[in-house]
């Protein structure tokens, strides 16, 4: 595949060399298209000794090829990361005046910007009316990640990981069924934390990238989304509605509301079992005689097994997640199948916990179960791959 990489001039360009070496590793032709700016920051060598191409920023180099013309018109793919604030003003009002914005204007493939900057520039009202302008023409923007930026400061603003980014632009060209067109999917995500008291919180180590994946697929196979993340500092998938709560009760009640409209729902959030009967109004103490006072735990609504039980839409279809360890009783499938008929949902997806899968990795291994606990399919891949499995197991229950 023929990508152009445009690489805006901000200090997150450091990162596009990493998105790079992926794209190229992944076996994709790639062309970088750097800013003067960005020149400032990654010097021309290093782009076209790991790209193997020219990289220019000046629409008068090799001018014999109209390369401003032609780079666009022949691309499969252009990414533009970091996407500063400058190139998205440059870009929502059509400017062509360097070899990146004028790319820009024509390109007809997938377009994808991850934008980077400081937090009061991506919070500007100019900045949130350009971002929304180049969506408006179907153009990707990413919500940059929160952490840290240059100096000291802290806040949303920063350059989403290089893995992140490659997943999300290459997921545009991939040509997958439109099997949930017209439909509404409700995706939760990530992890609740219940207050023990304001700096403590009882909690798991969900980060909800496979609930992102689940809600970007079910957007690429043409479903309207919703995704209820519970804690997660991920980018926002392209496309999809994104609701933040924090406790196991929010995340039931927004979960609940979005679903009365829905004709799918994925509960793919780690939620707490538990949740302290009284949280504690001001940070609890060490005592002198370091013993500390009993925390009452009552337990958490089971949302996955209200939903299967209620059905808030005639024919909802309604899937679980269970992050499973074998034990000396059983193993992850035999403990999966049991939560399956306990859960009455209409699927299972059971996966193993541990050993570089799971929570925070990459890739993921699911078994996917139906209501009496039967294997109806299995994947193992990256969390992408897996969300589409599951998808897959989801087409035929919509259709009976």
């Not at 009882?202 to 989304?225: D, I, P, T």
């Amino acid at each position: 595949m023929r990508i152009v990489l445009g690489v805006a001039g901000g200090i997150a360009a450091y990162k596009a060399v990493l998105l790079l070496r992926l794209l190229r590793e992944a076996g994709h032709e790639v062309r970088v298209v750097p800013t003067r700016a960005a020149l400032e920051f990654v010097g021309r060598p290093t782009w076209e000794a790991l790209s193997g191409q020219p990289a220019t920023s000046d629409v008068f180099d090799d001018a014999a090829h109209v390369p401003h013309v032609t780079l666009g018109q022949g691309a499969d793919l252009v990414i533009v990361a970091p996407a500063t604030a400058d190139l998205l003003s440059r870009a929502a009002t059509g400017r062509a005046d360097d070899l990146l914005t004028s790319t820009l204007l024509t390109a007809s493939c997938p377009v994808l910007l991850a934008p980077a900057m400081h937090t009061e520039m991506w919070q500007h009202a100019a900045t949130r009316a350009n971002v929304a302008t180049l969506r408006a023409r179907g153009v990707h923007v990413l919500e940059p990640a929160q952490g840290r930026l240059t100096g000291t400061d802290t806040g949303p603003g920063r350059l989403p990981e290089p893995a992140e980014i490659a997943a999300a632009a290459l997921e545009l060209v991939v040509a997958h069924p439109q099997d949930l067109a017209g439909r509404h999917v409700v995706v939760s995500a990530g992890g609740t934390r219940e207050p023990l008291d304001p700096v403590r919180y009882l909690g798991n180590r969900s980060s909800g990238r496979q609930g992102y994946a689940l809600a970007r697929a079910a957007r690429a196979r043409g479903a309207r989304v919703t995704l209820v993340a519970a804690n997660v500092t991920l980018p926002a998938p392209a496309g999809v509605a994104v609701v933040a709560v924090e406790t196991t009760a929010e995340l039931r009640e927004q979960v609940r509301a979005a679903a009365r409209t829905a004709d799918v729902v994925v509960m793919a959030a780690a939620v707490a079992d538990f949740r302290p009967v009284v949280a504690a109004s001001h940070k609890i103490k060490k005592r002198a005689d370091g013993l500390i006072e009993p925390i009452v735990l009552e337990v958490n609504p089971d949302i996955l097994a209200e939903l299967a039980a209620q059905r808030l839409v005639p024919g909802q279809v309604v899937v679980g997640f269970a992050a499973e360890t074998g034990d000396e009783s059983a193993d992850v499938v035999e403990h999966g199948r049991a939560k399956a008929r306990r859960k009455g949902a209409d699927l299972l997806a059971v996966n193993a916990v541990g050993g570089g899968l799971g929570f925070g990795a990459v890739d993921n291994a699911v078994t996917i179960l139906d209501g009496r606990g039967e294997v109806v399919g299995k994947c193992a891949g990256t969390k992408d791959q897996v969300a589409h499995a599951v998808w897959d197991a989801v087409g035929p229950l919509l259709r009976r």
